[in-house]
């Protein structure tokens, strides 16, 4: 049975006081959750003060994005090894707005995936097709290239400790929700590809979140289908309240 993980993607948001002050509020409301895994995705800067404010909670924290390499002449970025020195336990990875901003490609986020997975940080690898390309009914051509390029050379156990978010780039911050159908063809298209390439087993194992435009009101329908596992949370996730009625979905 996959274990449902709702992440909050708080992109560039919240300072240290704000931060704190939202797990004031929001973990006594969900304190009493043990079968979700709640996550909060946080800006560097306030990631080392998150952790120590949800110490002996049930809330873990992830970074947005990380550097491949151990250490280098990288101005800007942040290692794998920095991460897990404070204790993070997770990061996301190919977001659409570092693929659309910052020009990262399929072959960057295989190499953080990889990189991620080496020093025992649990990746939320992100992959999603734009509105032209669900248009043009090129969906799953497109998800099929993210998914062979940017899980290439993973082992089964690899794969099977990593999260998949499938994100419809057309859906992010527009307002717009892939309906729960949309959602679940592409979910289970996605663990159709991870049965071919890794097995099986490893294909019931992993567990596939949806993101985009996720609110309390869309989310309990979302996580009735049997290919979704989870969320990944926008704009919805910045208010404490709001977010809590998404992780009791």
């Not at 049975?1 to 704000?18: C, Q």
């Not at 159908?181 to 663990?191: K, M, N, P, T």
Request: net charge negative.
């Amino acid at each position: 049975m996959r274990k449902p993980i709702i992440a909050g993607n708080w992109k560039m948001h919240k300072n240290n006081v704000e931060a704190e002050d939202f797990v004031k509020s929001f973990q006594p409301q969900i304190s009493d959750i043990d079968n979700v895994e709640v996550v909060l995705c946080a800006p560097f800067t306030t990631l080392g003060h998150l952790i120590s404010v949800t110490a002996n909670t049930n809330i873990r924290i992830a970074a947005q994005n990380m550097h491949w390499e151990d250490s280098g002449a990288f101005t800007g970025e942040v290692a794998p090894g920095m991460l897990k020195s404070i204790d993070c336990k997770y990061v996301v990875l190919g977001h659409s707005e570092r693929r659309q901003y910052f020009a990262e490609t399929d072959e960057a986020v295989n190499k953080k995936l990889k990189a991620a997975l080496k020093a025992n940080l649990t990746p939320i690898a992100c992959i999603g097709e734009q509105l032209e390309d669900r248009e043009q009914g090129k969906t799953e051509a497109v998800i099929k290239q993210q998914f062979e390029v940017g899980f290439a050379g993973l082992t089964s156990e690899e794969m099977a400790k990593t999260v998949i978010a499938y994100e419809p780039v057309w859906a992010i911050g527009t307002g717009k929700t892939a309906t729960s159908q949309q959602a679940e063809e592409v979910c289970a298209y996605i663990r159709k590809l991870i049965e071919e390439g890794f097995g099986s087993e490893t294909a019931q194992q992993v567990r596939i979140q949806y993101g985009g435009s996720v609110k309390s009101a869309n989310v309990k329908e979302l996580m009735e289908q049997p290919n979704i596992d989870g969320a990944l949370v926008g704009g919805a996730s910045l208010e404490p309240d709001s977010f809590a009625q998404i992780v009791k979905f």
